[in-house]
């Protein structure tokens, strides 16, 4: 079946330092592949997304590049800020089927 | 537009009581999809719609669930003799499948209902 393992959080970091949170994945077929973003007392958003391999999605300083070789879909950000303190799913979709299987989040903090 | 919504957006209920929840999608999105999220985990699929048909349910909806969405539109999702592992945040998305070559399946989500069991 199709799984998702994230990096474990807290990730605590200060403003402006480099963001990496690992991603990898197990999918029949060749999944799409989604990074969303929970800001505390919202909803999930699309943060940025990824339908095959080698593509790199993009958005909000946010980059996440589709590994097919080594199954992965981390996502990095060059230079934090206070408000991008949140909750990150990845997530995938495979073939025609619509559900999302997500991985259990990590929660990242931005301090000053 | 104002996305999708969800109402109750908190619920606190006794044991062996029903609730029911609503979503509302984004106008004319044909798809709606239900899934729990518990403390500390991701959500969990637990069913969806293209329009009025549910066309696939998760092992996780015990036949105490039960899910709507009469007219294509709204739905709501019902849970029968709630138990106190039913407390979890109960997510609503919708999405538009398009009927051209590239389809769009981007899901959009609702704010969530958090539910209680005491």
């Known amino acids: 079946g199709n799984s998702v393992t994230q990096m474990e959080g807290p990730v605590t970091l200060s403003e402006e330092a480099f963001l990496t949170i690992n991603c990898t994945y197990t999918a029949t077929g060749y999944p799409s592949l989604f990074w969303y973003v929970q800001y505390p007392g919202e909803g999930l958003q699309l943060l940025l997304k990824?339908?095959?391999?080698?593509d790199k999605g993009s958005n909000k300083g946010f980059e996440a590049t589709y590994r097919k070789e080594t199954t992965s879909f981390h996502l990095e950000k060059g230079s934090v800020q206070v408000s991008d303190s949140a909750v990150y799913f990845c997530?995938?979709?495979?073939?025609?089927?619509?559900?999302?299987?997500f991985g259990t989040g990590t929660r990242l903090q931005v301090t000053l | 537009d104002t996305g999708v919504s969800q109402d109750p957006r908190h619920k606190i209920t006794k044991r062996g009581q029903n609730v029911t929840f609503r979503c509302d999608p984004i106008?004319?999105?044909?798809?709606l999809y239900w899934y729990r999220q518990t403390l500390g985990q991701g959500p969990e699929f637990l069913t969806y719609f293209q329009n009025e048909a549910q066309l696939e349910k998760s092992r996780l909806l015990s036949d105490r669930f039960s899910a709507e969405r009469p007219k294509g539109s709204f739905s709501t999702l019902e849970i029968q003799r709630t138990e106190q592992g039913d407390s979890a945040m109960y997510l609503c998305?919708?999405?538009?499948?398009?009927?051209?070559?590239?389809?769009?399946?981007?899901?959009?989500f609702g704010p969530g209902t958090r539910l209680t069991v005491t």
């Open positions: 990824a339908t095959k391999a080698d």
């Open positions: 106008s004319e999105h044909n798809r």
């Open positions: 998305a919708s999405s538009l499948v398009s009927s051209g070559r590239n389809p769009s399946y981007e899901q959009y």
């Open positions: 997530a995938l979709r495979t073939g025609t089927a619509s559900k999302l299987t």
